[in-house]
């Protein structure tokens, strides 16, 4: 397969079961309600490990934009595949975001409380403090990186592998469990910005704002953290 095309599909599987679990839990009337953080931690990160399982040998699993410019800068990704990459991490993040909300529309129909519609696509801060929120970002982006890039580029097809797929799933547990109480830990430029442009192009019933103001912080501060977080790594452990 294509890696672009492992790319779109990828990260279209990516949100379907990401923003899925989000919309189990926090839409009114699905038989998932209420059921909790937990259930979102380990929703988004078997939401990321199920397509990198799929996807993996064809494209190096990356569905993160973030991440792509990250392993670039540390000479794993070729730069001349990168805006190819992110083009495709954002269609397919839109048509996942579309997807989430043609399953759910009755549900969206039945909730009222705007913020529960928009915390289905993208993510917002629990406490509004863009200095902070942004330093959040960063971290957690910096975490995954950090502790990925070890396995990335080990595997002769220069991704994550098989041990680094399963770490990934590990780490994306652990970020949204220990670290993601503050803004939801985006962590993903795509996963972020993709679904909150089809959150404001979507017909959904009362939905108010898409929270622009806010939009730059999870978009910026990942690939910041990833950069950072790569550039770390291939200092303390070299390929």
């Not at 699905?30 to 064809?58: C, E, R, Y």
């Not at 041990?163 to 469990?177: D, H, M, P, Q, S």
Request: charged share 10%; proline share 5%; with cysteine.
């Amino acid at each position: 397969m294509h890696p672009f095309l492992a790319e779109f599909i990828g990260t279209a599987f990516l949100i379907l079961l990401g923003d899925g679990v989000v919309a189990n839990v926090v839409l009114k009337g699905t038989k998932g309600n209420n059921s909790g953080w937990i259930v979102i931690t380990v929703g988004w990160a078997t939401a990321v490990l199920v397509p990198a399982l799929m996807f993996g040998a064809a494209s190096g699993a990356h569905f993160n934009p973030a991440l792509t410019i990250a392993l670039a800068v540390v000479h794993i990704t070729p730069w001349a595949l990168v805006p190819g990459y992110i083009v495709a991490q954002f269609l397919g993040a839109f048509v996942g975001a579309g997807l989430v909300w043609v399953m759910h529309k009755d549900h969206f129909d039945a909730t009222e409380d705007q913020g529960s519609k928009l915390a289905v696509f993208c993510t917002g801060p629990a406490i509004r403090n863009p200095l902070l929120n942004f330093i959040c970002e960063v971290i957690g982006t910096f975490v995954l990186l950090f502790t990925l890039s070890y396995g990335v580029g080990q595997a002769s097809d220069g991704g994550l592998g098989a041990i680094g797929t399963w770490r990934a799933w590990a780490v994306i547990l652990t970020i949204g469990i220990s670290l993601g109480g503050t803004t939801g830990y985006a962590i993903n430029p795509a996963r972020d910005l993709g679904p909150r442009i089809m959150h404001a192009i979507l017909p959904i019933k009362g939905k108010g704002s898409s929270d622009w103001s806010y939009s730059w912080i999870p978009v910026v501060g990942p690939i910041i953290g990833a950069v950072l977080g790569a550039v770390a790594a291939a200092a303390v452990f070299p390929h």
